[in-house]
């Protein structure tokens, strides 16, 4: 039969109930129709409108006869290429719908604005033996029933396309064959714990995409495992944004590498399942994220880290955060490990409780974190003698933030303390440790510091230690002094204060202006200081408070020894003066 030529209304509907044998209407079949219903249960013909493109509304397939099927079906044309947009929905709770026929030549596109629902029958996006038919969803997917299939050998594409978040739901039905399934860039497909299964075709999460899962095994890169489980390749662009919100503990799972943006919204927990790459920002919005000791987030240039109620796991479950340049940290996050290769600002609740490594261009801008105990501020920077790197913000405070508890320097690294103030005391809450090629520096150029450097753990000496030109530069150790490497005095007082027993140990027994004591002052309150090796102080002891037990060894004194309550304990051990007015 043939259909009026008319002008649709929006809000009318063409509906079409009585088709039995017929394969086309004899005229009339394209038009700008709104709704469109097809509702012919004693179809038994495949029937083409020829090449309709406009629907306004809705299309609504609810029968194609008694028996659906490849020869009892709908399509949109069976003939030329077609582009069709659906304005608003597609439903299919019956039928077989097929918009692009075996007989259609070259690449068909089929572009429904609104959402997908299948309740029963069959879409088959392409039956076509070559070329591409293509379905571009923009609105959400609902699955509950009936067959999502590509029936042709050609390529069968099924795009989520929306500028925004369009959701998936599968609660039954069946996907089969080659169906390839893109998230285009700009689309955020949520999943919650549904899954795109049974295609033999593609996945493909598009640079500038968005994926949310709420399924606990997150996003696999094979097997039945994950939100994804077609047995095609599966891909994860690293430029795409993951959100994890499931409300039972989650993993990233194997095809989370990286991301643009990383959201953790599960109060029960997400568990990062590998390292991965973040370009813009970490968002710990709930629950704990657990990135695993052996894990490493790498943040771009730029990229942040945000927290408003969630929070990094504790200890080393907080792996290691790896800043390659400019980086910013806001909310109240406890870090374990994190290396920096720009201008990281902390800001206001961030804390170290690992080691924060300053690596070559790295410095910490602004903010410094709080630094927990048994933590370790590094520097790694391999900046040589002659342009040694400068404290600042990092080492900043005695107190809260700023205020370093172990100190390490590594990898060649030269530092000059009095960098940003020569009259302010710095302190170490726990050991400092210079390893071997690397020198710490109170003299560095014209920053001689004024006031002393205080170790309230250990220091150990691998590398070079310079303590101050000017008055008042020297060091005051609580714990064990060590030298393996080189230390320079400078003339300054080096004061042993601890509350415990102390030591000295090392090659210290030096002539001339190195690997020595100018002035040594002994001020220990309970358990004194012992000599682990043969000393020499090349000008005055001060015995304040303590016992200075030498043990076997020799001291070497070249000034003169003072005394307020502390004693020398020397009966197995030598003292020497080498200056004949002592």
Not at 83 to 90: D, E, K, P, Y
Not at 472 to 486: A, D, E, I, M, P
Request: proline share 1%; aromatic share 8%; hydrophobic share 30%.
């Amino acid at each position: 039969g043939s259909v009026p030529t008319c002008t649709w209304s929006s809000g009318s509907t063409f509906e079409v109930t009585g088709i039995t044998a017929a394969t086309s209407f004899s005229s009339g079949g394209i038009q700008s129709f709104h709704h469109v219903v097809w509702n012919c249960p004693s179809q038994t013909s495949t029937f083409s409108f020829g090449g309709l493109t406009t629907i306004n509304g809705n299309l609504t397939v609810q029968s194609t006869g008694a028996s659906p099927s490849a020869s009892s079906m709908l399509l949109l044309t069976n003939s030329s290429t077609l582009t069709t947009t659906v304005s608003g929905n597609l439903s299919i709770t019956g039928g077989y719908f097929a918009p692009f026929g075996s007989g259609t030549s070259g690449n068909c596109i089929l572009n429904v604005s609104g959402n997908l629902s299948l309740a029963s029958g069959t879409f088959d996006i392409y039956r076509q033996a070559s070329n591409t038919g293509t379905i571009n969803l923009s609105g959400d997917f609902s699955m509950t029933s009936g067959t999502l299939t590509k029936g042709g050998s050609g390529t069968g594409n099924f795009n989520f396309s929306k500028t925004g978040t369009q959701t998936y739901s599968k609660s039954g039905g069946t996907i089969s064959n080659a169906v390839n399934f893109t998230v285009n860039n700009g689309s955020i497909l949520s999943l919650g714990t549904s899954v795109i299964d049974g295609s033999t075709g593609t996945f493909t999460l598009s640079s500038g995409a968005g994926l949310i899962t709420s399924n606990s095994d997150g996003i696999s890169t094979s097997g039945a495992s994950g939100s994804i489980q077609v047995s095609g390749s599966r891909t994860y662009n690293t430029g795409a944004n993951y959100t994890f919100n499931g409300s039972s503990a989650q993993s990233t799972g194997n095809g989370f590498t990286g991301a643009n943006n990383l959201t953790i919204n599960n109060a029960a927990g997400v568990t990062l399942t590998s390292s991965a790459s973040l370009a813009g920002t970490l968002t710990l919005t709930s629950g704990t994220f657990t990135v695993g000791s052996g894990n490493t987030i790498t943040v771009a240039n730029n990229g942040s880290i945000t927290q408003s109620s969630g929070s990094l796991a504790s200890g080393t479950g907080a792996g290691t955060f790896t800043f390659s340049g400019t980086g910013t940290v806001s909310g109240t996050i406890g870090f374990n490990n994190v290396n920096i290769a720009g201008g990281v600002n902390f800001g206001s609740a961030s804390t170290i409780n690992g080691t924060l490594t300053i690596n070559a261009g790295g410095f910490v801008n602004t903010n410094a974190p709080t630094y927990a105990s048994g933590s370790t501020l590094k520097y790694n920077t391999g900046s040589v003698a002659s342009s040694a790197y400068g404290r600042s913000d990092e080492w900043n405070s005695t107190s809260g933030s700023g205020y370093p508890f172990h100190v390490q320097l590594s990898g060649n690294t030269w530092f000059d303390l009095g960098n940003g103030g020569t009259s302010t005391l710095r302190q170490i809450g726990g050991s400092l440790t210079i390893d071997a090629g690397s020198g710490f520096l109170l003299d560095f150029n014209t920053n001689d510091m004024s006031q002393p450097l205080v170790v309230l753990g250990n220091v150990l000496i691998n590398g070079t230690l310079s303590l101050s030109d000017a008055l008042g530069g020297g060091l005051k150790v609580s714990g064990n002094f060590t030298n393996n490497g080189t230390f320079n005095p400078k003339g300054r007082t080096v004061e042993f204060t601890g509350s415990s027993a102390q030591t000295i140990a090392g090659s210290l027994n030096g002539v001339g202006t190195s690997d020595n004591f100018y002035y040594l002052t002994i001020s220990n309150t309970s358990g004194g200081l012992s000599l682990n090796s043969s000393v020499a102080i090349t000008n005055t002891l001060n015995l304040n408070t303590g016992i200075f037990d030498i043990g076997s060894n020799t001291l070497t004194n070249g000034g003169t020894i003072t005394k307020t309550s502390g004693s020398i304990d020397a009966d197995a051990g030598t003292v020497a003066f080498t200056n004949a007015s002592n």
